[in-house]
């Protein structure tokens, strides 16, 4: 699950960033609302989660920007705001879910596993099966273990088979980001995986649905 976080305070943005990734979601940051509109035009979310008390433009302004955009990626809000015209406005903007600050982040990840993942909802291509919650991966039965950056680039294809992903998008998660790099990298995931992966001239990489 790739994840979008808009919070202005530094600290708890980057100690909520680490503890959501080590329970194995990725997570894009934003500091402030302006920054939520760069990054979604250049990629997928699969959950929203909002503060809405932060500069350029509120957390309630941002999700009704992306609603009027046909942007329904499910949102939760954290927030210190705590009354009841607050909660709901956020709710008739389409926001799904309140966590109120301070709060306990397993919390927050107990509240996403439970409403937006099941474990069972395996990725099956070819002979692989892959749990995109737990980024277990098993070929012909076995686990296989990746690095980190093959790890991302493979759930980036995997979550996405048959449509293109921008070679942008991709070459973030590298260590030292460039073109060759990139090849390199897709190459190897693709030999030892026996992965059908495309690439679009000038657009980024495909794994073709079998």
Same mark, same amino acid.
Do not use: C, M, W
């Given at each position: 699950m790739k994840i979008l976080l808009l919070e202005d305070d530094k600290i708890l943005c980057e100690s909520l960033q680490e503890y959501l990734e080590s329970e194995g979601f990725l997570v894009d940051v934003a500091y402030d609302g302006e920054e939520v509109?760069? @990054?979604?035009?250049?990629? %997928? /979310? +699969? !959950?929203? #989660?909002? +503060?809405? $008390?932060?500069p350029k433009q $509120?957390?309630? +302004? =941002?999700? &009704?920007?992306?609603? *009027?955009?046909?942007d329904n990626t499910p949102t939760i809000y954290i927030t210190a705001l705590t009354? #009841? $015209?607050? #909660?709901?406005?956020?709710?008739?903007?389409?926001?799904? *879910? /309140? =966590?109120?600050?301070?709060? *306990?982040?397993?919390? @927050? =990840?107990? %509240?996403?596993k439970s409403k937006y993942l099941k474990n069972d909802e395996f990725i099956y291509y070819k002979d692989i099966i892959y749990n995109p919650l737990t980024k277990e991966l098993k070929k012909d039965g076995k686990t296989i273990g990746l690095g980190e950056v093959q790890k991302a680039?493979?759930?980036?294809?995997?979550? $996405?088979? +048959?449509k293109i992903v921008n070679?942008?998008? @991709?070459?973030?998660?590298?260590?030292?980001?460039?073109?060759?790099?990139? %090849?390199?990298?897709?190459?190897? !995931? &693709?030999?030892?995986?026996?992965?059908?992966?495309k690439n679009i001239r000038g657009q980024g990489y495909m794994l073709e649905k079998i």
């Open positions: 509109y760069d @990054l979604t035009f250049e990629n %997928r /979310y +699969d !959950l929203y #989660i909002f +503060d809405i $008390n932060v $509120n957390g309630f +302004d =941002v999700l &009704k920007a992306l609603k *009027d955009a046909d009354d #009841i $015209n607050s #909660i709901s406005k956020g709710f008739a903007l389409g926001a799904e *879910d /309140y =966590v109120k600050k301070p709060f *306990d982040p397993q919390e @927050l =990840v107990i %509240r996403i680039l493979f759930y980036e294809l995997i979550t $996405n088979i +048959d070679s942008y998008t @991709l070459i973030d998660f590298l260590e030292h980001p460039n073109a060759n790099a990139l %090849r390199v990298n897709l190459a190897k !995931l &693709k030999s030892k995986l026996d992965l059908d992966i």
